[in-house]
């Protein structure tokens, strides 16, 4: 469902994304099977993320408040995706986003839970690669059935090792 104060033309183009997303991937799973398609989804979404995240490394190593404009509060003030900021200092930004037009796309479509944590699977490697390519360190919870929300996203100073 649409957040309040979200411009609609771009949550529904982000849930495009995600409906574009779920017939990548059924039709990969259709010829290639299932596992082949997690690889290649991920692959795909591995190097758009590395492409955004080259952009965000201006960030690197501690510019939480920046990386909360660029990353939690974009597009559209961050309203498609409602990024609820639990914490934002010098150590850490950690930020559950509470509504996802993508997942949203594949609730509608009548996506079981099994496949939506699939589909969410492939699609983090974006987040993954952005957040290396932009010289954090991350911890990514996917949503699950029962969670709140959708994913939730910490980053911190890369680690010296």
Known sequence: MIP??????????????GRLF??????????????????????????????????????????????AEAYAHSPDGGTPFSPDIRQ???????????????????????????????????ASAQDEATFEAAGFDYELELWSPGKQGCCLTRLTEKSAS
């Open 4 to 17: 309040e104060n979200a411009n609609p033309h771009v949550y529904d183009a982000i849930k495009e994304r």
């Open 22 to 67: 779920l017939v990548t991937f059924r039709e990969l799973s259709a010829r290639y099977g299932e596992a082949e398609a997690i690889s290649v989804m991920r692959d795909i979404a591995h190097t758009f993320g590395k492409e955004i995240g080259d952009k965000l490394a201006c960030f690197s190593p501690r510019d939480f408040a920046g990386m």
């Open 88 to 122: 934002l200092d010098d150590t850490c930004l950690e930020v559950q986003m509470m509504t996802c037009p993508i997942k949203d796309a594949w609730v509608d479509a009548g996506c079981s839970d099994a496949e939506i944590c699939t589909l969410l699977h492939c």
